[in-house]
């Protein structure tokens, strides 16, 4: 079997069967779905339960309510194809994603295949985002900078496929314990390991893009404690996984800290209860301690100019004022 498509499904009663057709329609290609309801509450388990008495490629299993990463793993545990990918249950494929993937992915038999997607809302918006429409083969090194430059290879697990093998050799499972940065953990440790990685640079997955931006912010704010140890975490595995990289991947990986650092001090800034934690202390020490990759790529990691000289040089209680005063 070439592939095994794994979806935690929670309460997407709307979304799931436009879901499950999608990869229904995928043609050229041998796979399975496992769809792993997370007690659902609404008639998500249901619709489950009446595709797999339908098909004999879907399996279907019920668990207590863990969270998307128990979820997964569940699903992993219990996948039989040569690369598994990890969907979620309100998005869907575009015809011919999994043919095309695998096929070059088999070409040059890549530990890693990665896509583009494009992203629309539930009135059928698309965000605008630029495709080349080209295939790329890239060695260890040279996917690890893509990886942490977001360069064509994304955060999200469900732009890629990955050789299971891979996975079980290196123990690589979904963190249970996070609430943020699940996906950015998962590739982080799938990378460090891949030695050809293939991107098809072109839109194969829609993403829906659910929800608004109040209920967005919402969520961090009634879990900052949980997203600032979370994005510690990732810092933390990421300067781990890279101990033995080249000077190249070393910088990339240090933009990528800084962006996402620079990210986490805008949503606290506007919570003054945080300005004197000592882990916001912390996070604002290392960005001045590297003043240079900072200075180098100030841009990337989503600074002006201004901006990169305050933080350098301003007190922290004064640049995270600063910083709350933008976002009002």
Known sequence: MDISVIIPVYNTEKYLPSCIESILS??????????????????????????AKKYKNIKVYHIKNSGPATARNKGFYVAQGEY?????????????????????????????????YKEI?????????????????????????????????????WTKLFKRQLLIDHHIENDSTLRF????????????????????????YEYTLRGNSLAHGEYYLKHTNQYIDDSLKRVQITQKSVIDES??????????????HNQLIGRVATLPEFHSDNRIKGILKYMRQNRGTLNKYYKRCGLSKIGFILISYLPSKLYLMYRKSKST
């Open 181 to 204: 940065d699940e996906d950015i953990i998962y590739n982080i440790r799938a990378f460090k390991y891949a030695q050809t990685t293939v991107i098809i640079d072109e839109p194969l």
């Open 121 to 157: 809302d539930e009135e059928g918006n698309i965000t605008p985002r630029n495709y080349s429409n080209q295939v790329y083969i890239l060695n260890h090194e040279d996917a690890l900078v893509h990886f942490y430059s977001k360069d064509k290879i994304f955060s999200q697990c």
């Open 247 to 260: 000077d190249i991947v070393k910088e990339w990986s240090n933009v990528h800290i800084l962006l996402y």
């Open 84 to 116: 598994v990918t990890f969907t979620d249950s309100d998005d869907k494929m575009e015809p011919q994603m999994l043919y095309k993937m695998i096929t070059v992915g088999k070409e040059h038999n890549a530990d890693i295949i990665c896509c583009n």
């Open 26 to 51: 995928q043609s050229n290609v041998s796979f399975e779905i496992i769809l792993v309801d997370d007690g659902s509450s609404d008639s998500s388990p249901n619709i489950c339960d009446d595709y």
